[in-house]
Structures are given as C-alpha cells and as structure tokens.
C-alpha cells in the first residue's frame, strides 16, 4: 500500500517539473528545427537543462493563459506576444528575427504550379488556420496581392483552400507527403523540407514581414536562466544558429 | 460497515467523481459561454456533418461488416482467427498510426491512392474520406457485438429452419438475426458513437476545413486554438450526444450470451 502511494505521488510530482534547475520554452512550430539546435548548444554550454514545446503561437498562447507554465514564449507575430504582454503573462516582447512567407510545391509539382496567380486554378491549397500566425500572413500577402492580380484574387485563392492546419508545420507535411498542390509557408520550413518540396516566391508586393518575438513569462520561476537563453538568442553563436536555419537576424 | 465496504464506497465515489467531474466542468463552464455560439456558422457546420458522417460510415459498417460478423460467428478456419485479429487492430491503433495507414493506403500518394488518383479520384479532403475514416475505427466494434450475438444463436434453430425448407439467406433473415438483435443493435450504438468522436484519422487524412471535413471533435480542437467558449460549447455538446446514445444503449433489452 505504502509503495503505492509513492509510486503515485512520483508519478503525480514528475508531471509537473520545471521551475527547479531548468527551463521550459514554448516556440512557434516555425522554430521546431532552429530552437532544437539552441537548446542543446545552450544547453551544453551553461548547464541548463531546456525543455521544448512546439505549437502554432496562437495554441502556445491560449496554453499559457489556461495556466500552462513556460519560462520562455517565442512568438511568430507580434499579435500573440502582445496579447499575452496586455494580460501580464510576459514582461517584454523583444523581436529577434524574420523569415519570409513562400509557396511550397510537392517536388513533382502535380498541379504545374509556377507563381502565386497559378493558385486561381484548380487546385488543392492548403493554408494555416487564420489564428495561426502563417496563417494570418498568408492571407495578408493575399489581399495585398490585389494591387497587383485585381480585386477578388484572394477569395479565389482562398476557395481553393482544402485544409486549414493548426500550424505551418502541418501545411508542410500535407505539402511534403504530396497530398496537398500547394501550401504557405516560411522560408525556412522550405528548408528545413529541401528534396521534397519546392519554394516558389512571392512578388514583394505580397508585402509580409514575418517577425519573430521572445519574452519571459512573469510567472517564470528561473528567471535568470530564462533571460541566459534569451541573451544566448542574440549572442554571436545564437545568430549563427538562427541564421543557418534560414532565418534573417541583425548584424 | 466493515472495511471492505468502506474501500468500496471510498472508490465508488473516487472514480465516479474522477468521470463526473471534469464531464460536468464542461457542462458548467459551457453554460456561461454566449447562446450566440451555439448557433455560429461554424458550430452548426460541425454538427450537421458529424451527425451526417457517422450516420453514413454507420450504414456502411453495417452493410459490410453484417456477413463478416456472421460467417466469423459461424467458420471455425485458421483464416477466421487471423481475420478477427487483423480486425480488431483499428480498436488499439493510435489516432496518429490510423491516420498515415489511411494515407499510406488512400493518400495520392498511397498503395492504391496513386491509381485512383490516375483516374481522377483523390480523396483526401474530402467528406468522403471523413467517412472512410470514421468506418476504419468503428467498424471493428460493430463486428465484435455482431458476431457475439450470431455466435450465441442456437444451431438448431437454423437447422430447424433448415429442415423446413428455408434457404440459407431466409434462415439468416428470419431467424439468426431476429435472435442476435440486441447485440447487432448494441453494435450499431457503439459504431455510430465512435464515429462522433473520431478525431486523430480525420484530421491527418481527411484535414479540417469547415462544412466539408471539419466534424465536430475537429472543431473543438480547432476551436480551442482561438477561443475557449466556442470550444466549451462544442465539447458540451458532444457530451450530451454521447450520454445520449450510451442512455439508449442501456436501455436496449440484453441478452445472455453463453459462448461470446
């Protein structure tokens, strides 16, 4: 019986680590790759242990304000992190890199996609889901793209939408698998998919900027360690990192 | 009372409580979401096409798992055992495993997804692939049910039917499926309740896209990344639908199955 309980008490307590010698982070699932390699590097570096939760920014937020806990939140637009800032679940929101929205075509391109206008046609898109922050530039880039393609172009792209995913991640792989003509995604997810998907670009008149914003949480119980890794984002090492992975840091 | 009874009581209310409180959570929290929810664009696509979906892949389970459930009732082959195996696996597959095996086989890509798409037909994304989707994890309930009640139908009634003449089909009509009722009803229930909350299958394979894929456990999830109270309410009402179903399982009279 005693053993039991212990068994169940340990079981009850190693849900619920952090807070002691490590740090959790919550990254945008644009991260995935790039917060993978940091973690360990950092970790190896300062001897502090990282956990890593990958999600769309908008899941990661509405996590948070259910009362998940994370030390770190790094958000793919600002709109999230500003959420959380106005609510005093994060203290800042310090932006710490970009990324550029592309198209991405299975390698066998079925639908012979060669530019964005080609998305008018019959085809199987597949975006994010609106609150997802790739979501939300996809469909920007879109309406934006009327000065150029005319007025109701992106309704007729967006009818050609067969699926909205809850992260870029999940527009990557319905891309990658073949399953799906086309899909919006960031630069660095195309990268990250090289060999089984192409990159088309979009004019500059598409007009997005994806940016990328950290801050630690208010309730975080390793500070200190929270603004290490924020620090480690901007140290020389961190850029090299972010930049091998496709996105644009600041000198 | 002595201490067993008083461990049984303490568990009783342990697990009753472990079930009913975070079930009537739902129930609780959803009633202070806007009644406005209720009846947004989303939440009544939702409803229609899951109630549409699992009514659809019902049908077929019945269909074709009806002559399944009663030749594994009534063959004794090595086969027969290797087929029930086989067919039970969709029940302990991981939402995520039975999701890629529906690719793998149906995708564009797929064993036979490729041929059908060579001839113009591609079923990711579509309704029908909700459905697909839906009849690969439920139909193995309705065959287990249905071939437990066929198994526990007497022999010598179909041999008697046998002797007055009956063919083969009648006998099975009139007489093997009138006894084994309750338990093909029972499978029935089951099936349709485990196609409303299919979840994993659907969103890898079919995707989620509002009034065309998005069934209601899709919607909650999806919900649930923008704003809680339509996610509550949809999640409410899911509840309701299953208490529902599972009520009018009990309800069902039951048999005694002697061998199933």
Known sequence: ?251 | MNAFALIRTLAGIAVAGFILLPVASVLISAGGASPEVLLSYEVVAAVKLSLLTATLSTLLIVIIGTPVAYHLARSDSALRRFLEVALNLPMVLPPAVAGIALLAAFGREGILGRYLASIGIALPFTTTAVVIAQTFVALPLYVRSARAGFASVSRTFEGASYTLGASEFTTFLRVSLPLAKSAVLAGVIMSWARAMGEFGATIMFAGNFVGRTQTMPLAVYSALQVSMDKALVLAALLILISFIILFTFEIIPKRRYADA
């Not at chain 1, 958000?75 to 994060?90: K, M």
């Not at chain 1, 901007?234 to 990192?241: A, D, L, Q, T």
């Open chain 1, 1 to 251: 019986m005693r053993f039991l309980s212990v068994l169940l008490l340990a079981a009850l307590t190693a849900g619920c680590t952090s807070g002691g010698d490590g740090i959790t982070i919550f990254a945008a699932a644009s991260l995935t790759e790039a917060f993978q390699e940091l973690a360990q590097e950092f970790e190896a570096q300062y001897g502090i242990k990282v956990e890593l939760n990958f999600a769309g920014s908008n899941t990661l937020r509405v996590q948070i304000e259910q009362g998940a806990y994370a030390d770190v939140f790094a958000s793919a637009n600002e709109e999230h992190i500003q959420a959380l800032l106005r609510q005093g679940y994060v203290d800042e929101s310090i932006a710490f890199a970009k990324n550029r929205l592309v198209i991405v075509v299975p390698e066998s391109n079925p639908a012979g996609i060669e530019s964005v206008e080609d998305l008018r046609g019959d085809v199987k898109l597949v975006i994010a889901n609106e609150a997802v922050p790739a979501g939300r530039y996809a469909r920007e880039a879109l309406y934006n793209l009327e000065a150029l393609y005319g007025e109701g172009f992106a309704e007729e792209v967006l009818s050609r939408v067969v699926s909205l995913e809850d992260s870029v991640k999940g527009v990557l792989s319905k891309v990658a698998m073949g399953e799906a003509d086309a899909g919006f995604v960031y630069a660095t997810d195309a990268l990250a998919a090289r060999g089984k998907v192409e990159v088309i670009e979009l004019p500059s008149e598409a007009g997005v900027e994806p940016s990328y914003y950290v801050g630690v949480l208010s309730h975080s119980k390793n500070e200190e360690a929270a603004r290490e890794f924020i620090n480690f984002l901007f140290s020389p090492r961190g850029k090299e990192i972010l930049r091998k992975h496709g996105f644009e840091v600041g000198q």
